[in-house]
């Protein structure tokens, strides 16, 4: 299901997500449907506080964001120690 969501919001093939795809990825598509559905209930007037925690949200973005950076650096030393 995760793959063939990924694939529909990002035009791209399942095999593509499989291929270039990562956590980060993941991550961020997660935050983003759980956020338009935020929108979509807010805007509906019947938000259910118990799902939304916004400032836990932004921690799994921070964290995500974060694992990324460290996995685009530590690939970018790996790069550097085969030169």
Known sequence: M???TLATRYS????????EGDS?????????????????????????TKMYDMDALQEAANKA??????RQQSISEKNESIK
């Open 2 to 4: 995760l793959l063939d």
């Open 12 to 19: 791209k093939l399942p095999s593509q997500i499989v291929r």
């Open 24 to 48: 980060f990825d993941l991550m961020v598509m997660d935050v983003a449907l759980t956020y338009e559905k935020y929108q979509q209930d807010k805007d509906g007037g019947n938000i259910d």
């Open 65 to 70: 964001k974060e694992n990324h950076e460290n």
